[in-house]
């Protein structure tokens, strides 16, 4: 850490480049933690440790820059020989990976000059700390909720984070798949390990086996450096694939080779690197359903699917509802201090919608609310949600029936691109029926 009250730990990196060298001499506001190369797996822990000194001989080893670039949250300082400044591979770790370099003979009051400001710069990149008694992100809060389907799920997700077989998280976008990966990493055995979330659909074509499988400098053009893979990164750890279903099918057989040996080749590499990571995957689409439509492989369905976890929407938590809106609340409410809650007609409008967007667009909306409402308290239109019609208290019986009728069609007609006769045929009606519902809630489709 990088506090002033306690000596401040430094990771010194000896790579025995200068035999008879000195320690770097430092004073009692420092703590030198040494460590050797090679250097056997699993790497320590640097989680804790914000700056560092990479003491640099004549030869720069693949692990040394792997182990820098698997801990790029700490500050390096590279500790070298003016002679070997002119070498092109140490002057690209430094311009690369390296907060400054000093040179030998060291000067220990520039040194520690040096480790104070790449501390403050650690310290100022740090996310700040949420308020007392707030969970801190997706990584650090516990799932939030008391309904039904969601204590299934909590008592589903302890059971899994026992064994290290691979989860299928199924549920609509905005749900939460992420928040329950996270958790079964959290409960697992490999809790100490690193927990990484790679999001298929967010990678382009060309680039999405270099960032699964990482690759050696001149596979390609422009890889002028090896890059670490995210399936490497996770090593002793767990893997999210999220968006599994956007997946090319040329890469499904690459992954599928890897969940079957446990290693993987680097682009351009000619070594197979063993890896132990447990695999979670995570889609909003129905992979059984791409696996009969040829878009996925089925053996790799198979092996990905060993347990299935549903992540249930949010218009199906009731009252959770209240309890989300109520946290991100008061998470947001620092930026609005005069807020104090909710009207009753918030509360109304919030159950009323049904929420397509799930939980990722209850935040969204709580934090424009927060950021939009002028009074005490969060209205409606704070929210961006019609208020509910005046007198309409609880919803009868015959609301619900409506709301759910209303519902029905309007999904019927989303699947069937508003084709009238197909969505007549999904609904079981004739379409003179469909068009008396039509007619009925006012709906009009765009196309026929």
């Not at 300082?77 to 690369?96: G, H, K, T």
């Not at 055995?189 to 074509?205: D, I, M, Q, T």
């Not at 967007?357 to 909306?365: A, I, K, P």
Request: aromatic letters at 6%; glycine letters at 10%.
């Amino acid at each position: 850490m990088c506090s002033s009250d306690t000596p401040r730990e430094v990771a010194w990196l000896d790579m025995g480049g200068h035999p008879g060298t000195p320690v770097p001499q430092l004073s009692s506001a420092w703590h030198l933690r040494r460590l050797t190369f090679p250097m056997p797996r699993p790497w320590p822990d640097l989680g804790g440790v914000r700056v560092g000194l990479l003491d640099l001989g004549r030869s720069l080893p693949s692990q040394l820059v792997d182990f820098v670039h698997v801990h790029q949250h700490v500050k390096w300082i590279a500790l070298v020989d003016p002679v070997l400044l002119p070498s092109p591979e140490l002057r690209d770790l430094i311009r690369d990976s390296c907060y400054d370099f000093h040179t030998r003979p060291l000067d220990q009051a520039r040194l520690e000059v040096t480790l104070g400001r790449a501390c403050g710069m650690a310290v100022l990149e740090t996310p700040a700390e949420p308020a007392a008694g707030l969970p801190s992100g997706d990584e650090g809060r516990p799932i939030i909720g008391h309904s039904a389907p969601m204590q299934a799920l909590a008592r589903q997700l302890s059971r899994v984070a026992g064994s290290d077989a691979p989860v299928l998280f199924q549920g609509e976008s905005g749900t939460g798949k992420e928040l329950a990966a996270r958790t079964v990493h959290r409960q697992s055995r490999r809790s100490e390990g690193p927990f990484v979330a790679v999001n298929c659909g967010a990678l382009p074509a060309q680039l999405i086996q270099s960032e699964l499988f990482g690759h050696e400098a001149g596979a390609f053009t422009g890889a002028t450096r090896r890059k670490i893979g995210q399936l490497e990164l996770a090593h002793g750890g767990t893997l999210l694939l999220d968006e599994i279903g956007d997946l090319g099918l040329d890469l499904q057989v690459n992954l599928l080779r890897f969940l079957q040996e446990g290693t993987l080749l680097r682009l351009g590499g000619l070594q197979p690197i063993q890896v132990d990571v447990r695999v979670l995957a995570a889609t909003h689409v129905d992979l059984f359903k791409a696996v009969e439509a040829g878009r996925f492989r089925e053996d790799l369905y198979y092996r990905l699917n060993v347990i299935q976890l549903d992540v249930p929407p949010l218009r199906e938590r009731g009252a959770d509802l209240v309890e989300l809106a109520h946290f991100y609340f008061d998470r947001f409410r620092g930026q609005n201090p005069r807020l104090r809650g909710f009207t009753r007609a918030a509360i109304q409008a919030l159950y009323s919608h049904r929420w397509p967007g799930n939980v990722r667009e209850l935040v969204n909306r709580i934090q424009r609310a927060v950021t939009m409402a002028d009074g005490r308290l969060i209205r409606p239109e704070d929210l961006g949600l019609a208020a509910p019609l005046e007198g309409s208290g609880r919803e009868t019986l015959a609301q619900a029936r409506a709301r759910a009728e209303r519902e029905t069609v309007m999904r019927a007609l989303g699947q069937c691109d508003n084709n009238l006769s197909r969505a007549a045929r999904e609904l079981g009606v004739g379409r003179v029926t469909l068009y008396r519902l039509l007619d009925k809630y006012g709906m009009r489709p765009s196309k026929h």
